[in-house]
């Protein structure tokens, strides 16, 4: 989002070599530098190869620290950012994505984003439905989400505990990502988990170093033409949405 430590961490990459990187801004949660970035995208390259969404640090970090705060407005917020922003990006680059050859998706999500999270069994299912689950319906279910959770019954509702404005928002994103790649045959959409991470998010308190995390993500981007879509991979493995 930031210009300045955007241009200096690609400053950074250069001086290990790797020339070919630029930096362009984005806040996923505005809608005119989602726009901005898509009309640069389609200027310079014409196409887009990649797409890697989930980038939500401020909200998992608040959540892990301050869980016993969550308010109304910080999974408001928490929805916002991780699974709204989420898709407008995806939908904002959709076409440049299907002017590649071999156009792909990783939604990096988390493992908890899993559905075993949900204690509601109809919820859980209907989640998992992907055959007959719609982007609409899935509004609607964040929206109840939304509804329990000011209602103070979210819990009671078979919602997840703990960090749930986080799990649900993961959930619905993986969700969201198998209604693409059924959608969309000619493109990879797959969601994948990289792991527990040393990064800002955890406060560095991780397992794996970055490299290591990033390392199970890109396997997923980069894994043979006609491979898997529709799929969730944890730590570089394919594994159950569930
Ligand atoms: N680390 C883990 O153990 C772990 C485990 C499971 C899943 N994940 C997932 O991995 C993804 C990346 O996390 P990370 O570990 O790499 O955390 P990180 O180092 O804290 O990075 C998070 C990034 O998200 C960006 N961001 C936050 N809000 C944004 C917005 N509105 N628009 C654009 N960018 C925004 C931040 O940009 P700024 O620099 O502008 O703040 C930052 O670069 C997340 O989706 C997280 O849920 C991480």
Not at 8 to 29: C, S
Not at 113 to 141: A, C, I, P, W, Y
Not at 157 to 171: D, L, M, N, Q, T
Not at 190 to 215: F, M, Q
Request: proline letters at 3%; aromatic letters at 10%; charged letters at 25%.
């Amino acid at each position: 989002r930031n210009e300045t430590r955007g241009t200096a961490a690609v400053e950074q990459i250069k001086r290990l070599g790797h020339a070919d990187v630029i930096f362009h801004q984005l806040d996923i949660t505005d809608a005119s530098s989602i726009a901005r970035l898509a009309d640069f995208l389609k200027t310079r390259f014409g196409k887009l190869d990649i797409l890697f969404n989930g980038m939500d640090a401020g909200q998992r970090i608040n959540w892990m620290w301050t869980s016993c705060r969550q308010t109304y407005e910080t999974a408001k917020q928490g929805l916002q950012t991780n699974y709204y922003g989420t898709k407008r990006v995806t939908e904002a680059l959709l076409p440049l994505l299907r002017s590649s050859s071999d156009g792909r998706i990783v939604n990096v999500s988390s493992n908890f984003g899993l559905l075993s999270f949900f204690r509601n069994e109809e919820l859980k299912q209907e989640l998992n439905d992907v055959d007959s689950l719609t982007g609409e319906r899935l509004d609607e279910l964040l929206a109840m989400f939304l509804k329990d959770f000011e209602a103070g019954g979210a819990e009671a509702r078979g919602w997840p505990a703990e960090f749930s404005a986080y799990k649900v928002a993961k959930a619905a994103m993986n969700a969201y990502s198998r209604i693409l790649a059924k959608r969309h045959p000619e493109l990879r959409v797959n969601c994948a988990h990289p792991g527990y991470v040393k990064t800002d998010i955890t406060r560095n308190s991780g397992i794996l170093t970055p490299e290591e995390g990033a390392r199970n993500i890109t396997s997923v981007a980069l894994l043979p033409e006609g491979g898997p879509t529709g799929k969730y991979f944890s730590e570089g493995e394919e594994a159950s949405f569930v």
